[in-house]
């Protein structure tokens, strides 16, 4: 699977942004999907993820708290792609942003991707 992510850029504090990120292969719906996020001089995060699914969209979800209630993933499986809504911008904010499919998610925000996109800068000015 690989991975293609866009969408990032510099916005205002209280502004919003919404992230895509392609994936290649025929089985994109069976795939479990999520964004982390790295700041700098930080460790990677999870920020959000989304369950396979059969239909063209849907999944369940989950995110960090940091980001609940302000970003919304979602998928368009005809699309083969994932996004990532964000909302209510703040400073804090500002990482990279990186997609990530497959692998393991334990319910409590433990996710371990099998596959990872190149990441894309996300600037939020205060």
């Known amino acids: 699977v690989q991975l293609q992510a866009s969408g990032g850029g510099l916005v205002q504090a209280g502004g919003s942004l919404k992230l895509s990120c392609a994936a290649s292969?025929?089985?994109?719906?069976?795939?479990?999907m999520g964004w982390f996020r790295q700041a700098p001089g930080k460790e990677r995060e999870f920020a959000a993820t989304i369950s396979w699914s059969g239909g063209r969209s849907g999944g369940s979800t989950d995110y960090a708290d940091s980001v609940k209630g302000r970003f919304t993933i979602s998928r368009d499986n005809a699309k083969n792609t994932v996004y990532l809504q964000m909302n209510s911008l703040k400073p804090e904010d500002t990482a990279v942003y990186y997609c990530?499919?497959?692998?393991?998610?334990?319910?409590?925000?433990?996710?371990?991707?099998?596959?990872w996109g190149q990441g894309t800068q996300v600037t939020v000015s205060s």
């Open positions: 990530a499919a497959g692998g393991t998610y334990y319910s409590g925000m433990s996710y371990f991707p099998d596959y």
């Open positions: 292969g025929r089985t994109f719906s069976k795939y479990r």
